[in-house]
């Protein structure tokens, strides 16, 4: 199938791109445009309209090349035929016109676009910068303040905001693109327009605060810590502002190879296509129906509970919230109200969707009001007889089809589906808090969950703008049951010596949003005790890695709630400090439990903290409970603030090589003499062949 095909309407000459399913620039089209463009020079038109079919303008270049070597034609040899043509070249956008795809467009002498189009530079988000020219004809267009916030962010704009920034010309009546733009271009013939070259535009020095790009740098590095593109994107638009357009293109290319090559890009461009790949389940054909949900049914109006609910009355999907009195319930649809209330103070969302929202919520007392939910998602109390007796009830009210959830973190989804006669309709929905906000959700396939609760459940998750992944039944299922090994660790370098201060900076400078004792004190170390309370010794597992956390909670500093856990916190500023009595717990429970305190060093922080993480995920991975490597790696950035620009513990394992980890694994094992060192057989055999975790991917199909 031709990816660009052309025909001419009067004076107008059409380039058709069809390259689904997003007009992404391979090489293929790159090559058409490249050709069409200069086969038109010699024709009897006056202009040349860009066009794409299918559901979007050009989104980029394509993101499955990189990496490859290069081929012709190049991108900026391609917008340099576009910009030299000598009759006026305009593009017509609909759809998400993104990256190499407004480029192409900035390339143009004019851009039109219906009102629903957006258009953006987000390289930024795959660890690049835009390669061909964004960084030089966007602030020849929009000026350096603009194009430092457009392009450091990453963020699409829709139309209205880029014709009020000059990157697009016209904005086309209703949604007729191909009406609308053959009428502006006709416009543009009947006046004589002449070919505008962004390239030739100038940006005036006192247009701009020359501060600026060291300010923006200053505050790159902390919105943006440790990651590479956004530096380099601050210079390069320095450049745009104060060198000639081909020397800063050189500028440009120059940090788009070295950015290209980071292992930062390859891990955000990993990300990208692990973050789609969690979506397809393996064995499961695209064409299992699916149920509609058209209404939802949430138990428990608690924290988990309210921020369920506004998942789906944010897309228009009415809930039903069930508590068992009406205090409870009262107190639950507050805790919604309040929620929308800070994003409304925030600025972040309007009254009147606010109002939208709230009226969608309903509450009840009464099972028998749920009957004709399409989807019950249980959120009660982290209790499997709780949970079980719940599901006993909405078994006997809920109509036949309904799709009955449990949000449980761990408990035993079989066990919940075995109280009711609908095992097949029961499945595992694992929010993560604050529910509302984090975008991971962990789908739980039971034994006996059916495909079609497994596909419906996929598709509800992107319906609410959450990121998928498909679990299996274990303990803790895949996130949870890997952060249980981070913890441990944490607490274990604590009381061999390692300070909270030290433990929080060292993974806080790998990237991790925050460190993890600071994050204990944030959850509350409460949560952890009561989880505790329930268990037998056994299951509790080594007391070194829960008594300073017991011994806190005894002495009331649950955490930055009571101003007081593992550090101590100013009243005003929240911010937090060492405390003295901490040290002296500390070097107290040490003393009990026998254990020498030592120093630690960065790097066997960084190996104890991290690699267990790994193990386990290969664990998870020869247990099938997880699909594949990836997945993890989705889990841990979506859920556990891992930094992207490492793509998740299962890609970073890759980037360090599996014979280190397994080296690693083996010594940490002989120097501790504990099994949970012993590496995994997949590590193992692995490292062995000198193969990866992609590459066993790879091969597992
Ligand atoms: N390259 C290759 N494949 C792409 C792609 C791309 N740019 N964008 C999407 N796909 C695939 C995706 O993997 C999926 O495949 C299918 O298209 C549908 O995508 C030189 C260097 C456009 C907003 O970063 O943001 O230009 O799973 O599920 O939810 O300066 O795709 O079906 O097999 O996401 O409707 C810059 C990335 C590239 C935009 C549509 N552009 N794409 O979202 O569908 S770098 C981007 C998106 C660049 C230049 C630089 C979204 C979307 P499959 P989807 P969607």
């Known amino acids: 199938m031709a990816v660009v095909s052309y025909e001419t309407r009067g004076d107008i000459g059409i380039i058709w791109i069809d390259n689904p399913p997003v007009n992404a620039l391979s090489q293929a089209l790159r090559d058409g445009i490249y050709r069409a463009i200069n086969n038109a020079q010699g024709d009897s038109t006056k202009a040349l309209l860009l066009i794409c079919k299918g559901r979007?303008?050009?989104?980029?270049?394509?993101?499955?090349?990189?990496?490859?070597?290069?081929?012709?034609?190049?991108?900026?040899?391609?917008?340099?035929?576009?910009?030299?043509?000598?009759?006026?070249?305009?593009?017509?956008?609909?759809?998400?016109?993104?990256?190499?795809?407004?480029?192409?467009?900035?390339?143009?002498?004019?851009?039109?676009?219906?009102?629903?189009?957006?258009?953006?530079?987000?390289?930024?988000?795959?660890?690049?910068?835009?390669?061909?020219?964004?960084?030089?004809?966007a602030p020849r267009l929009t000026g350096v303040e603009a194009a430092i916030k457009l392009i450091t962010s990453g963020n699409p704009i829709k139309a209205e905001a880029a014709l009020g920034m000059k990157l697009i010309d016209h904005i086309v009546e209703g949604e007729a693109l191909l009406e609308g733009a053959l009428a502006y271009t006709q416009q543009l013939i009947d006046s004589n327009a002449p070919c505008i070259c962004v390239r030739d535009l100038s940006i005036d020095p006192a247009s701009y605060d020359p501060a600026i790009f060291d300010a923006s740098r200053k505050l790159l590095s902390r919105q943006a810590r440790g990651q590479m593109a956004p530096q380099c994107i601050v210079d390069c638009i320095e450049a745009a502002a104060t060198l000639p357009f081909e020397e800063g293109l050189a500028v440009e290319q120059k940090l788009f190879m070295e950015c290209m090559h980071s292992s930062q890009s390859a891990a955000m461009r990993h990300m990208f296509f692990a973050q789609r790949e969690a979506s397809k389940i393996k064995g499961l054909s695209k064409e299992t129906a699916k149920r509609e949900i058209k209404s939802v049914a949430v138990i428990g109006g608690g924290t988990m509970g309210g921020g369920i609910a506004m998942n789906f009355v944010n897309v228009g999907i009415p809930v039903t919230m069930l508590e068992i009195n009406d205090e409870a319930l009262q107190r639950g649809l507050a805790i919604v109200e309040k929620n929308y209330s800070i994003s409304v103070k925030k600025g972040k969302l309007s009254e009147e969707k606010k109002q939208r929202c709230m009226d969608l919520i309903s509450g009840t007392t009464n099972y028998q009001d749920l009957a004709n939910a399409d989807l019950v998602i249980?959120?009660?109390?982290?209790?499997?007889?709780?949970?079980?007796?719940?599901?006993?009830?909405?078994?006997?009210?809920?109509?036949?089809?309904?799709?009955?959830?449990?949000?449980?973190?761990?408990?035993?989804?079989?066990?919940?589906?075995?109280?009711?006669?609908?095992?097949?309709?029961?499945?595992?929905?694992?929010?993560?808090?604050?529910?509302?906000?984090?975008?991971?959700?962990?789908?739980?396939?039971?034994?006996?969950?059916?495909?079609?609760?497994?596909?419906?459940?996929?598709?509800?998750?992107?319906?609410?703008?959450?990121?998928?992944?498909?679990?299996?039944?274990?303990?803790?299922?895949?996130?949870?049951?890997?952060?249980?090994?981070?913890?441990?660790?944490?607490?274990?370098?604590?009381?061999?010596?390692?300070?909270?201060?030290?433990?929080?900076?060292?993974?806080?400078?790998?990237?991790?949003?925050?460190?993890?004792?600071?994050?204990?004190?944030?959850?509350?170390?409460?949560?952890?005790?009561?989880?505790?309370?329930?268990?037998?010794?056994?299951?509790?597992?080594?007391?070194?890695?829960?008594?300073?956390?017991?011994?806190?909670?005894?002495?009331?500093?649950?955490?930055?709630?009571?101003?007081?856990?593992?550090?101590?916190?100013?009243?005003?500023?929240?911010?937090?400090?060492?405390d003295p009595q901490v040290t002296a717990l500390i070097e107290a429970q040490a003393a009990k439990y026998g254990v020498t305190r030592r120093e630690f060093s960065d790097e066997e922080i960084r190996d104890r903290l991290l690699l267990p993480l790994i193990?386990?995920?290969?664990?998870?991975?020869?247990?099938?409970?997880?699909?594949?490597?990836?997945?993890?790696?989705?889990?841990?950035?979506?859920?556990?603030?891992?930094?992207?620009?490492?793509?998740?513990?299962?890609?970073?394992?890759?980037?360090?090589?599996?014979?280190?980890?397994?080296?690693?694994?083996?010594?940490?094992?002989?120097?501790?003499?504990?099994?949970?060192?012993?590496?995994?057989?997949?590590?193992?055999?692995?490292?062995?062949?000198?193969?990866?975790?992609?590459r066993w991917a790879k091969d597992q199909g």
Request: charged share 20%; hydrophobic share 40%.
């Open 56 to 137: 979007t303008f050009i989104a980029g270049a394509d993101i499955s090349e990189f990496g490859k070597a290069p081929t012709e034609p190049a991108f900026n040899t391609v917008l340099e035929s576009i910009e030299q043509s000598s009759k006026p070249v305009i593009a017509a956008i609909h759809g998400t016109a993104l990256g190499g795809g407004l480029e192409t467009a900035l390339a143009c002498h004019y851009r039109c676009a219906v009102s629903s189009a957006t258009v953006g530079l987000p390289e930024v988000k795959l660890g690049l910068l835009p390669g061909a020219g964004g960084t030089q004809r």
């Open 615 to 694: 193990n386990e995920g290969a664990k998870i991975l020869q247990e099938g409970i997880a699909q594949r490597p990836s997945d993890i790696d989705v889990v841990y950035v979506f859920g556990y603030g891992f930094p992207v620009y490492h793509g998740g513990p299962m890609h970073y394992a890759d980037h360090i090589g599996l014979e280190t980890v397994y080296k690693k694994l083996s010594a940490f094992q002989q120097q501790t003499g504990e099994d949970y060192w012993q590496p995994a057989q997949l590590i193992k055999t692995l490292a062995e062949s000198g193969s990866s975790f992609a």
């Open 378 to 578: 249980e959120a009660v109390f982290e209790n499997l007889a709780i949970k079980q007796q719940v599901f006993t009830t909405l078994d006997q009210v809920c109509k036949p089809g309904a799709i009955l959830a449990t949000n449980t973190s761990y408990q035993d989804v079989n066990a919940i589906a075995a109280v009711t006669k609908r095992p097949e309709d029961v499945i595992g929905l694992h929010f993560f808090s604050p529910a509302n906000i984090m975008k991971l959700l962990e789908i739980v396939r039971a034994d006996k969950t059916s495909d079609e609760v497994i596909a419906t459940s996929m598709a509800v998750a992107k319906a609410i703008g959450k990121v998928p992944v498909l679990s299996g039944v274990c303990f803790g299922f895949i996130g949870n049951r890997m952060f249980s090994e981070y913890g441990r660790e944490t607490q274990l370098c604590l009381i061999e010596g390692a300070s909270a201060e030290q433990i929080d900076r060292v993974m806080e400078e790998f990237g991790m949003a925050m460190g993890p004792i600071a994050v204990s004190d944030l959850a509350g170390i409460d949560i952890g005790y009561k989880v505790r309370e329930g268990m037998s010794d056994e299951e509790k597992g080594d007391p070194r890695s829960y008594c300073i956390a017991d011994a806190l909670v005894e002495q009331g500093r649950l955490g930055q709630k009571t101003g007081a856990g593992f550090y101590q916190y100013d009243p005003q500023t929240r911010a937090r400090s060492s």
